[in-house]
């Protein structure tokens, strides 16, 4: 079964400096690969996702992440931070869904909070 | 505007009582889901609709159920609410088929208090 490990549960950073977020997925076959961010009491939005082609990905609001299949890796990147930037971050993997057809449902990692000073 | 829309937003419900979450989306998508979020935790999938077809996750309490009675709509029923069934409940769609490369759209939630 496919798995995501968030290993940082919480991160503080200055407004300005630059982040990453790191994640790491267990997964037999090609990952899909997302970040989502998650305001307090809000549903998911989609940063960013990597399903083939090239390995470092452009998200909205200024961030990227970049696949490593030999790390199994997917770290989330962003040069400089802003402070609406505090968040709940979500990294989730696409295993395939069940019968009828080829969605795929995601299983996420326990999330890392970001908190930005000012 | 909003493509996923999830009602009541907060809903409160006496212990054993049995309550309903319904969702709507307005964007055709073939692919429903429910995840469970319960605080500080990650969203954790109950179960999805490709079309008609429920799949159910294999941990999901019988206590946890769906309709879908067309394409736009979704409801969560949860039969006898305990205290630990207290969390944010996420409807999500997508577009299933074709190699599927497609974004899953999130609601805003509704969260579930149980008195």
Known sequence: AQSVTQPDIHITVSEGASLELRCNYSYGATPYLFWYVQSPGQGLQLLLKYFSGDTLVQGIKGFEAEFKRSQSSFNLRKPSVHWSDAAEYFCAVGAAGGSGGSNYKLTFGKGTLLTVNP | ?115
């Open chain 2, 1 to 115: 505007d909003a493509m996923v829309i999830q009602n009541p937003r907060y809903q409160v419900t006496q212990f054993g009582k049995p309550v309903t979450l319904s969702c709507s989306q307005t964007l055709n998508h073939n692919v429903m889901y429910w995840y469970q979020q319960k605080s500080s935790q990650a969203p954790k999938l109950l179960f999805h609709y490709y079309d008609k077809d429920f799949n159910n996750e294999a941990d999901t309490p019988d206590n946890f159920q769906s309709r879908r009675p067309n394409t736009s709509f979704c409801f969560l029923d949860i039969r006898s609410p305990g205290l630990g069934d207290a969390a944010m409940y996420l409807c999500a769609t997508t577009r299933g088929g074709g190699g599927s490369g497609n974004t899953i759209y999130f609601g805003e939630g509704s969260w579930l208090t149980v008195v």
